[in-house]
């Protein structure tokens, strides 16, 4: 079993950076693909950012290209998500998510509880 926390959220003006952060728990995070996922009120869940389990690789959504960066530490057992240039639509309950899975790594095995980004306009 993996336990993921995640950290970071808040409320931050539109144009404004924010890091969040998923610390692990239960198992080393090496062994696992890692992402992150946002849904917004009344909407489904959607795909951010992946990192594969040495960092060297990165997937995005289109909206959050060149604004969103996915980073891993493995010695820490932790995975973070660099937001800059937020927008009011980026507005969300942010999930990160752990696969042991081979690319597109669906489905994701394990998933924190979320934390809340909200950003005002």
């Known amino acids: 079993q993996v336990q993921l926390v995640e950290s970071g959220g808040g409320l931050v003006q539109a144009g404004g950076s924010l890091r969040l952060s998923c610390a692990a728990s239960g198992r080393t995070l090496r062994n696992y693909a890692m992402g992150w996922f946002r849904q917004a009120p009344g909407k489904e869940r959607e795909f951010v950012a992946a990192?594969?389990?040495?960092?060297?690789?990165?997937y995005y959504a289109d909206p959050v290209k060149g604004r969103f960066t996915i980073s891993r530490d493995n010695a820490k057992n932790t995975v973070y998500l660099q937001m800059n240039t937020l927008k009011p639509e980026d507005t969300a309950v942010y999930y990160c998510?752990?696969?042991?899975?081979?690319?597109?790594?669906?489905?994701?095995?394990?998933w924190g509880q979320g934390t809340q980004v909200t950003v005002s306009s």
């Open positions: 998510a752990a696969s042991g899975s081979s690319y597109p790594y669906t489905p994701y095995d394990y």
């Open positions: 990192i594969n389990r040495s960092g060297g690789t990165t």
